[in-house]
């Protein structure tokens, strides 16, 4: 069982930065893959980035690359998404998740979410 908490999310006007943090516990942390999902009222969930078990590769979707940066620090068993440049169609609640494949369809185990609101 890995069990995972998200922290940092809040308020901030559009243009501004916010750090989420995901702290796990449980399991050897380097044996999962970590990834961060949003999901914005009404709208489906989402993958925005994703970070390999050494936090060598990196992914993004298209609407955040460039914004948003995934690392991970294998030694504080924490993930981190660094947000700037934030919009309002950043808003949403933000999950972490982990899995122990790197292209899993579902991953194991989910956080409670953190919400993230952009203010025009």
């Known amino acids: 069982q890995v069990h995972l908490v998200e922290s940092g999310g809040g308020l901030v006007q559009a243009g501004g930065s916010l750090r989420l943090s995901c702290a796990a516990s449980g399991r050897t942390f380097s044996n999962y893959v970590m ?3 949003r999901q914005a ?3 489906e969930r989402e ?3 994703r970070i390999n078990w050494s936090g060598s ?3 993004y979707i298209d609407s955040v690359k ?3 940066t ?3 620090d294998n ?3 924490t993930v981190y998404l660094q947000m700037n440049s934030l919009k309002p169609e950043d808003t949403a609640v933000y999950y972490c998740a982990a899995d122990p494949n790197l292209l899993s369809s579902s991953y194991d ?3 409670q979410g953190t919400q993230v609101t952009v203010s025009s």
């Open 35 to 37: 990834a961060w999902f």
């Open 41 to 43: 009222p009404g709208k």
């Open 47 to 49: 993958m925005v980035a």
């Open 57 to 59: 590769r990196t992914y």
């Open 66 to 68: 460039g914004r948003f």
């Open 70 to 72: 995934i690392s991970r």
């Open 75 to 77: 030694a504080k068993n």
């Open 109 to 111: 185990y989910w956080g």
